[in-house]
C-alpha cells in the first residue's frame, strides 16, 4: 500500500517563527488532507489539497503531485499552534480509505 | 458546517463486556470510517462504509464489527472489550462528490 512520511517528527519553536512540514507519499493520490490534532484529540481539518495551493490566514499548503510530497507552512506561529499536525493521503481506488502519516508534533514556546 | 458526533468523550469498561460506539453525521455523507489511534502507531482504519448496511474491513478490522442501519449512523461495537482496545476511537465521514472526510472528537475508551 501507500507509504506516507512525514517530517520532522518533532518541532521546537518560538512564537512568532514560521515553520515547513513535509509530507512524502510513494504513490498517485486523489486526496490529500493536512489536519491539526488538538490537545482534546480532536483533528481539525486544515487543508483539502490533492494538488495546488491554498492559504487559510497564516497557515499555507503546497501539494505537487507529481513529486510526490506536500508541504504546510505556518507563519507568525502562536502557542495555540502547538500539538500535532498530519497529512493523509487517498488514492484512486482506495475506496476513499485515508492513510494517514505519524505525524509532527509541533510546540511553539512562549 | 459537517458535524460529526460521537456517543462519548470518555467511556470506562471491563474485559469481556460488549461496547457500543455510536457516531452520527449530519451532512447526507455516503461514507463513514472508524479508526483507532495509538502512542506510536498512529491512526489506522478498523471498518469503513459506504452505504447503508453496507461495511468492508479495514486494517486492524479484528475483534470489532459495525453497523449502518441509517445513513447518518454508523456503530462500532466490540463483541468482547479487551485491555488492548484500550484506545482513542474516532469516526469520520466523507460525500462521494468531495471525498474530504471530517472528523468527529474521539472517543477515549478504558478497558479495565
Known amino acids: 500500500g501507500i507509504q506516507v512520511e512525514q517530517s520532522p517528527p518533532d518541532l521546537i519553536l518560538q512564537e512568532g517563527a514560521n515553520s515547513t512540514l513535509r509530507c512524502n507519499f510513494s504513490?498517485?493520490?486523489?486526496?490529500l488532507q493536512w489536519f491539526h490534532q488538538n490537545p482534546w484529540g480532536q483533528l481539525i481539518n486544515l487543508f483539502y489539497?490533492?494538488?495546488g495551493t491554498k492559504q487559510n490566514g497564516r497557515l499555507s499548503a503546497t501539494t505537487v503531485a507529481t513529486e510526490r510530497y506536500s508541504l504546510l507552512y505556518i507563519s507568525s506561529s502562536q502557542t495555540t499552534d502547538s500539538g500535532v499536525y498530519f497529512c493523509a493521503v487517498g488514492t484512486q481506488g482506495g475506496s476513499e480509505k485515508l492513510v494517514f502519516g505519524k505525524g509532527t508534533k509541533l510546540t511553539v514556546n512562549p | 458546517d459537517v458535524k460529526v458526533t460521537q456517543s462519548s468523550r470518555y467511556l470506562v469498561k471491563r474485559t469481556g463486556e460488549k461496547v457500543f460506539l455510536e457516531c452520527v453525521q449530519d451532512m447526507d455523507h455516503e461514507n463513514m470510517f472508524w479508526y483507532r489511534q495509538d502512542p506510536g502507531l498512529g491512526l489506522r482504519l478498523i471498518y469503513f462504509s459506504y452505504d447503508v448496511k453496507m461495511k468492508e474491513k479495514g486494517d486492524i478490522p479484528e475483534g470489532y464489527s459495525v453497523s449502518r442501519e441509517k445513513k447518518e449512523r454508523f456503530s462500532l461495537i466490540l463483541e468482547s472489550a479487551s485491555t488492548n482496545q484500550t484506545s482513542m476511537y474516532l469516526c469520520?465521514?466523507?460525500?462521494?462528490?468531495?471525498?474530504?472526510?471530517?472528523f468527529g472528537p474521539g472517543t477515549r475508551l478504558t478497558v479495565l
Open positions: 469520520a465521514s466523507s460525500g462521494t462528490r468531495f471525498n474530504e472526510q471530517f
Open positions: 504513490d498517485s493520490v486523489n486526496n
Open positions: 489539497i490533492p494538488s
